[in-house]
Structure formats: C-alpha cells, structure tokens
C-alpha cells in the first residue's frame, strides 16, 4: 500500500491532500508535504479561506457538492459563477459521487441543460 503522504499527483500536486505546490506555498513556507499534521494544517487553512470565498460570493453556505468542486477546480467554479450545470461533465459527475458519498443520500442527477 502506498503512503499517501508521499503521494504527488500527475500535475505535481504533494500531500496526502493533493495540494498544488503554488498554492502550497502561498499557506506555508514549510516543505514537509510528507509530515500528516503539516499536510492537514495547511490543507484547513486553504478550505477555510475557500469556505469564506464561496459564501461571500455566492451569500450560501457550501453543500458538499460545492465544497468537492472549490477544492479541485475553484477558479473554473469561479468563471462558471457556481452553476454546477456549467460545469464539464466529467467534474459534475464526480462531484455529485462526492455529494452522495458525504451525505449518505442518492441524490438526483440533475440535467445540465
């Protein structure tokens, strides 16, 4: 089994939390991507700033939905003004997995048009 602490993504992403570099570095000089408590002190401090964003952009708290999309894609979610239908198929379909997983609830797939 792989040590997800010392996974790096196809993109170059670090962390157990798949955190691109640029941005990781904009939340802490420390380059210990492999140390857990480092790993998940910056990865808040990046959600939390998301959390805000979202709700200052959009007056709503986040659904899970909403939260899985800001992690992976939040400039794209930002030029498509939060409209889940906009966004690529691909995204949407694994952000609604996301949303069902987290709220233990089949959710309805919604037509993007």
Do not use: C
């Not at 790993?39 to 939390?48: C, G, K, P, S, Y």
């Amino acid at each position: 089994l792989k040590n997800p602490d010392k996974a790096r993504g196809s993109s170059g992403e670090v962390s157990r939390f798949q955190i691109m570099p640029g941005v990781w570095r904009a939340y802490s000089r420390s380059r210990s991507y492999t140390n857990p408590q480092v790993a998940w002190d910056v990865a808040h401090r990046i959600l939390n700033d998301r959390y805000a964003w979202f709700v200052n952009s959009t007056g709503r708290q986040p659904t899970p939905f909403d939260l899985y999309v800001m992690w992976n894609k939040p400039g794209l979610y930002s030029r498509v003004a939060f409209n889940r239908k906009r966004l690529p198929r691909q995204l949407f379909d694994v952000a609604l997995r996301f949303e069902t997983l987290v709220t233990g609830e089949k959710v309805l797939q919604l037509s993007r048009r």
